[in-house]
């Protein structure tokens, strides 16, 4: 009996090293894949040939060791690689790809460091539900968790921040794994996923083993068991490296609303008499064009609040879009189509909503979809699915349909009450230098058709998003609802390279624009001209604001009217300074800053401002 145990026993110690054996050295699979020793083909070069094939454009990065091979590999095939001053900005410049272009947008960066200065931006990217790639470097794999430079466990960082998370190990894994990854960044609700790419990976075999540092000659048993592993393990690293696979994207797939439920829809807006839509960004994903949600739109003819990036979707001055007064619009309405649109801080919570009202909410992701239901509102219909194709298969359904007009142009009137009141205010004197929202009345009325707005700030972003008028459908980038600073320099970087010929115009206010004025100098070097406006009240206003009169101090808050336009001169742009400027001599200095940048110079304008109570009552937690 024992004997059998033992034997038992035997066999199960047997398999577990075979197993262990086969995953680590790869033995089996090495009998029929060979590794090819003399190659000088290198694991960058998969995962560049991978990016472009997924359609690839442009790859932001900050340099290091780790991952130079893919950096230059992708440019060989004709792949942009943008480097920025800091790893945060290359993410946020991917994301802003994603979002203009509907493709999965591209950053790598180097390990340790470089990937922990890039969590704000991945963090950003899953709440904005951006389809984003971030490829990081690692140290190798036979020396993670021995202390090599840089070494991390970076996958418990970003496993509770991306859809997908996976380390490589072998060679011949990268295609696949990259293909996997760029699906599921794209399938369901977009985001962001993270693939961890060691050292060993993306140079060549001769390189790899030269490193290592092998002794030639054995001098005991040991020594010869180590040299044996050593060789059976980076054999299998390389075995198979070059076989040819398919690098071709993986389909995508979206939630779409179900026919019954479109029709459910159709019947409660057919009867509506008030319905009113408030369109979020996430209806601006792929698969329905922009162009043709705004269609849509028009053909429904419902007032309109847009959101995120679905501002500009319906121009510049469509009746439809209502920007005014959305609290007394939703006490009314008798029909609420939440498309895209969460009920969180923004909608506070929920409260909002009328209880009388009958509410469609369509949203892809089913937290978003049911979030604060269960304290202050309910949904009529709650559809789990693609906001924009849902809005398209809506109007379908309702040919004929007319949303009576005097409701439209009620809202539109309390629209053009509140505009007026904020003109007067716009005239208002203030305690020093200029009205920031006279400021910004001059700025929208020189803005481009084409312009793109990138919102980067408290305060002063916050007047901006009530006064300037984006142009057009995906004109307008502001960082969501995690509400992070800095996201500008990077945006503004994705969006000229997205769209070379629009007029890129960053949005500061002075607190946040410390966060990347140094992307100046990446505006330079890559030629990339785009016009930063700055907000200069020499505060972090919007803190300050509540901090005073509650706690009676301004610690912390305080910051100097300094020449920010000089910073921008010292980095390659050209810079102007606004005071006490006329509102004509406002537009000139305007129209030389747009000269400046069409002939190829970033430009930044650093416009002191001062304090007005426009925004008095705003939420800056």
């Given at each position: 009996m024992?004997l059998?145990l033992f034997?038992?026993?035997?066999?199960?110690?047997l398999?577990?090293g075979?197993?262990f054996i086969?995953?680590?050295l790869?033995?089996f699979?090495q009998?029929?894949?060979?590794?090819?020793?003399?190659s000088?083909?290198n694991g960058g070069?998969l995962?560049?040939?991978?990016?472009?094939?997924?359609?690839?454009k442009f790859l932001?990065?900050?340099?290091g060791?780790?991952?130079s091979?893919?950096n230059?590999a992708?440019?060989?095939?004709?792949?942009r690689?943008v480097?920025?001053?800091?790893?945060v900005t290359a993410?946020?410049?991917?994301?802003a790809?994603a979002?203009l272009?509907?493709?999965?947008g591209?950053?790598?960066?180097?390990?340790?460091?470089?990937l922990?200065?890039?969590?704000t931006?991945?963090?950003?990217?899953?709440?904005a539900e951006?389809?984003?790639?971030l490829m990081?470097?690692a140290?190798?794999t036979?020396?993670?968790g021995r202390?090599a430079?840089?070494d991390?466990?970076?996958m418990v960082?970003f496993k509770?921040?991306?859809?997908?998370?996976?380390?490589?190990r072998?060679?011949?894994?990268?295609v696949?794994?990259?293909r996997e990854a760029?699906?599921?960044a794209?399938?369901g609700?977009p985001?962001p996923v993270?693939?961890?790419?060691?050292?060993?990976l993306?140079?060549?075999y001769e390189l790899?083993?030269?490193?290592l540092?092998?002794?030639?000659?054995s001098?005991?048993?040991?020594?010869t068991v180590?040299?044996w592993?050593?060789n059976?393990?980076?054999?299998?690293?390389?075995a198979g490296a070059?076989?040819?696979?398919d690098i071709?994207?993986?389909?995508v797939t979206q939630?779409m609303?179900q026919p019954?439920q479109i029709?459910t829809?159709?019947?409660?807006?057919?009867?509506?008499?008030?319905?009113?839509i408030?369109l979020g960004?996430?209806?601006?994903?792929?698969?329905?064009?922009a162009?043709?949600?705004?269609?849509s739109?028009?053909a429904?003819?419902i007032?309109c609040?847009?959101?995120?990036m679905?501002r500009?979707?319906?121009?510049?001055?469509?009746?439809?879009h209502i920007r005014q007064?959305?609290?007394?619009?939703?006490?009314?309405?008798?029909?609420v189509i939440?498309?895209g649109?969460v009920?969180?801080?923004r909608?506070?919570?929920?409260?909002?909503?009328?209880?009388?009202?009958?509410?469609?909410?369509v949203?892809?992701?089913?937290?978003?979809l049911?979030?604060?239901t269960?304290?202050?509102?309910k949904?009529t219909?709650?559809?789990?699915?693609d906001?924009?194709s849902?809005i398209v298969?809506l109007q379908?359904?309702?040919?004929g349909?007319?949303?009576?007009?005097e409701w439209g142009?009620?809202?539109?009137?309390?629209?053009?009450?509140r505009?007026?009141?904020?003109?007067?205010?716009a005239?208002?004197?203030?305690n020093?230098?200029?009205?920031?929202?006279k400021?910004?009345h001059?700025?929208d009325?020189v803005l481009d058709d084409n312009s793109?707005?990138?919102?980067d700030?408290?305060?002063?972003?916050g007047?901006?998003a009530?006064?300037?008028?984006?142009?057009?459908?995906l004109?307008?980038?502001d960082?969501?609802?995690?509400?992070t600073l800095?996201?500008g320099g990077?945006f503004a970087l994705?969006?000229?390279l997205?769209?070379?010929?629009?007029?890129?115009v960053i949005?500061?206010?002075?607190g946040?624009?410390?966060?990347?004025?140094?992307?100046f100098?990446?505006f330079t070097?890559?030629k990339?001209?785009?016009?930063a406006?700055v907000?200069?009240?020499?505060c972090w206003t919007q803190i300050?604001?509540?901090q005073v009169?509650i706690?009676?101090?301004d610690?912390?808050?305080?910051?100097?009217f300094l020449?920010?336009?000089t910073?921008?001169?010292?980095y390659g742009?050209t810079?102007y300074k606004?005071t006490?400027?006329?509102?004509?001599?406002?537009?000139?200095?305007f129209?030389?800053?747009?000269?400046?940048c069409?002939?190829?110079k970033p430009?930044?304008?650093n416009?002191l401002i001062?304090k007005?109570n426009?925004?008095?009552?705003s939420?800056?937690?």
């Amino acid at each position: 009996m024992y004997l059998i145990l033992f034997v038992i026993f035997l066999i199960i110690l047997l398999v577990c090293g075979l197993i262990f054996i086969e995953n680590n050295l790869g033995i089996f699979y090495q009998l029929s894949h060979k590794a090819d020793k003399k190659s000088h083909q290198n694991g960058g070069e998969l995962v560049a040939q991978v990016l472009h094939s997924h359609g690839v454009k442009f790859l932001f990065t900050l340099c290091g060791g780790h991952i130079s091979p893919v950096n230059v590999a992708a440019e060989k095939l004709g792949i942009r690689v943008v480097d920025t001053r800091h790893e945060v900005t290359a993410v946020f410049a991917a994301d802003a790809v994603a979002r203009l272009s509907g493709q999965i947008g591209v950053a790598i960066v180097t390990a340790g460091p470089g990937l922990t200065n890039t969590i704000t931006a991945i963090k950003n990217a899953q709440m904005a539900e951006s389809p984003v790639l971030l490829m990081g470097g690692a140290a190798a794999t036979l020396l993670k968790g021995r202390g090599a430079l840089q070494d991390i466990d970076q996958m418990v960082l970003f496993k509770p921040l991306c859809k997908f998370c996976a380390t490589i190990r072998r060679v011949r894994d990268i295609v696949p794994t990259l293909r996997e990854a760029i699906a599921a960044a794209q399938s369901g609700v977009p985001g962001p996923v993270f693939v961890e790419l060691p050292i060993d990976l993306l140079y060549r075999y001769e390189l790899v083993v030269k490193e290592l540092g092998m002794p030639s000659k054995s001098k005991s048993i040991v020594t010869t068991v180590i040299k044996w592993y050593l060789n059976k393990y980076i054999d299998n690293m390389f075995a198979g490296a070059w076989d040819k696979r398919d690098i071709t994207p993986l389909p995508v797939t979206q939630p779409m609303a179900q026919p019954s439920q479109i029709q459910t829809a159709i019947q409660l807006v057919s009867q509506a008499k008030k319905p009113v839509i408030l369109l979020g960004s996430q209806a601006t994903l792929p698969p329905t064009p922009a162009d043709q949600l705004r269609k849509s739109l028009e053909a429904l003819g419902i007032p309109c609040f847009l959101g995120g990036m679905a501002r500009g979707m319906l121009g510049r001055d469509s009746p439809l879009h209502i920007r005014q007064k959305r609290s007394d619009a939703l006490k009314e309405a008798d029909v609420v189509i939440l498309a895209g649109t969460v009920c969180d801080f923004r909608l506070s919570y929920g409260r909002v909503l009328s209880k009388k009202s009958k509410i469609i909410c369509v949203n892809r992701n089913v937290e978003q979809l049911t979030k604060n239901t269960d304290v202050f509102w309910k949904a009529t219909l709650s559809i789990q699915g693609d906001p924009g194709s849902f809005i398209v298969a809506l109007q379908s359904g309702l040919v004929g349909f007319h949303c009576d007009p005097e409701w439209g142009k009620l809202l539109k009137g309390r629209d053009q009450e509140r505009e007026t009141a904020n003109n007067k205010k716009a005239e208002e004197p203030v305690n020093k230098y200029l009205n920031p929202l006279k400021l910004l009345h001059e700025l929208d009325d020189v803005l481009d058709d084409n312009s793109i707005l990138v919102a980067d700030g408290g305060d002063f972003v916050g007047s901006a998003a009530y006064i300037l008028r984006p142009r057009g459908p995906l004109c307008w980038l502001d960082p969501g609802a995690f509400g992070t600073l800095g996201v500008g320099g990077g945006f503004a970087l994705g969006a000229k390279l997205c769209r070379p010929d629009a007029e890129v115009v960053i949005i500061y206010g002075d607190g946040s624009l410390g966060y990347s004025v140094a992307e100046f100098d990446t505006f330079t070097r890559h030629k990339l001209p785009v016009i930063a406006v700055v907000g200069n009240d020499a505060c972090w206003t919007q803190i300050c604001r509540e901090q005073v009169p509650i706690l009676g101090s301004d610690v912390a808050c305080m910051l100097s009217f300094l020449d920010y336009q000089t910073v921008a001169e010292g980095y390659g742009g050209t810079g102007y300074k606004l005071t006490n400027e006329t509102p004509e001599q406002i537009v000139e200095v305007f129209k030389k800053a747009k000269a400046d940048c069409k002939a190829g110079k970033p430009t930044l304008v650093n416009c002191l401002i001062g304090k007005t109570n426009f925004r008095d009552g705003s939420i800056s937690v």
